[in-house]
Every structure is written in C-alpha cells, then in structure tokens.
C-alpha cells in the first residue's frame, strides 16, 4: 500500500514539474525576449528573474541590466521593473489567456550578450509549501496529502477550462461554416443574376441586329 501511494505522489509531483517553467537564455543588448505562457482566470502566478552576473565575486556591470514587464492578452500590465539585475513578480490572474513577459536590454556599443535566468510557475507550482507545513505544523505525509489535493483540484479546472475552450471553438466552428454557407449561396445568386442579365442582353442585342 505505501509503494503504491509513494508512487501515486511521484507520479503527481511529476505533474507538478510539469507546470513550473525555469528557463535560461541570453539576450543582445538593444534586443528584446518575450515568453508566454497560458494562464487560466483566477491562478496564482509568480515569477523570479536574475542577470547572472559575468564576473563572479565582483559588482554587476551597468550594461547588465534588464527592464521587464508583464502583461496580460489584453495589454493590462501586471509588473513592470526598469534597468534592474533582478526581481520578481507574483499575482492572481484575472483575466484568462495568454500572458508575456518580455525582457529589454539597453543598446550597448560595442553590443553586450546578457544571460537571464528566469523561473515562471503557475496554479499548485506557484504556491509555498515550505509555508504551508510551517503554518500548519504538519508531517511530511500530510503534506504530501495536500499536495496530491491541491493538484487533483487543479487538474480538474484544467479539464473544465479545456472544455469551455473546446465549446467556444466549436461555437466559432459553426457560425463560420453558416456564414460561408450563407456567403456560398449569396455568391451562386450573384452569379446567376449576372449570368441572367448577359444572356438578355445578347437576345436583346441579336434581335436589334435582326440576327435572330
């Protein structure tokens, strides 16, 4: 029983991983890097970015500095930093879809290449747990239980989110088919009108010439 529920919370705690973006990437100063990321209405979302630094043990250059900022798919900002080396970043989103932060680097002469590493977790990633045993004073296995909670709920508004999207496109599937049905039968009318009219016309035409 124990292998099993050891296995079911790798399994899950794999899921977990699966929703935590750490990346690392560079950026030529004067250039700008965005990264996206899908995020349904109501999630927690927080974010940690640091320039890592090219000479270790000593000061960070000015030239490496980062101006960041986060918005959603409607254009609300929800942080904004300017020439920082690091930061972070944290909020519920309102607004469901796709989020960017996009990170600008300052030209430089000659041109400077900045190594950025940025970490990006949402829903259950997003929450502490350390916190959450140290507020609730539980055990390992009690947490793991909140975890697997936690994670399960998560999964299951995963699965209605997909479901509403997949019925908005399906609705947008059916008003596009009707209206190319209507355009499709508004053409052949159109068609019909102009092929009618030549053919009266060249009757008309004919008959002036008593042709026939």
């Known amino acids: 029983m124990i292998q099993r529920y050891t296995i079911f919370v790798v399994v899950i705690l794999g899921f977990l991983s699966s929703v935590a973006r750490s990346v690392r990437f560079d950026i030529q100063s004067?250039?700008?890097?965005?990264?996206?990321?899908?995020?349904?209405?109501?999630?927690?979302?927080?974010?940690?970015?640091?320039v890592v630094n090219p000479n270790e043990g000593q000061p960070m250059p000015d030239s490496h500095k980062l101006t960041v900022r986060v918005t959603s798919s409607y254009g609300n900002n929800y942080h904004y930093a300017d020439r920082v080396d690091s930061g972070n970043f944290g909020f519920t989103a309102v607004e469901a879809g796709d989020y960017m932060t996009c990170f600008w680097v300052v030209d430089h002469k000659p041109q400077k290449m900045i190594t950025v590493d940025f970490d990006w977790r949402t829903g259950?990633?997003?929450?502490?747990?350390?916190n959450v045993a140290k507020k609730g004073s539980v055990d390992v296995m009690e947490l793991?239980?909140?975890?697997?909670?936690?994670?399960?709920?998560?999964?299951?508004?995963?699965?209605?989110y997909l479901r509403e999207r997949e019925e908005e496109m399906q609705e947008l599937n059916r008003a596009t088919n009707?209206?190319?049905?209507w355009l499709t039968l508004l053409s052949l009318l159109v068609c019909s009108s102009v092929a009618g009219l030549q053919l009266?016309?060249?009757?008309s035409f004919f008959e002036k010439k008593k042709i026939i």
Request: proline residues 0%; contains cysteine.
């Open 178 to 181: 009707s209206k190319m049905g």
């Open 30 to 50: 004067g250039h700008t890097k965005c990264i996206a990321e899908d995020i349904k209405s109501n999630s927690m979302t927080v974010g940690k970015y640091s």
């Open 124 to 130: 259950v990633a997003a929450k502490d747990w350390s």
């Open 144 to 160: 793991e239980l909140k975890k697997l909670y936690d994670t399960i709920t998560s999964i299951h508004e995963e699965m209605s």
């Open 200 to 203: 009266w016309h060249l009757k």
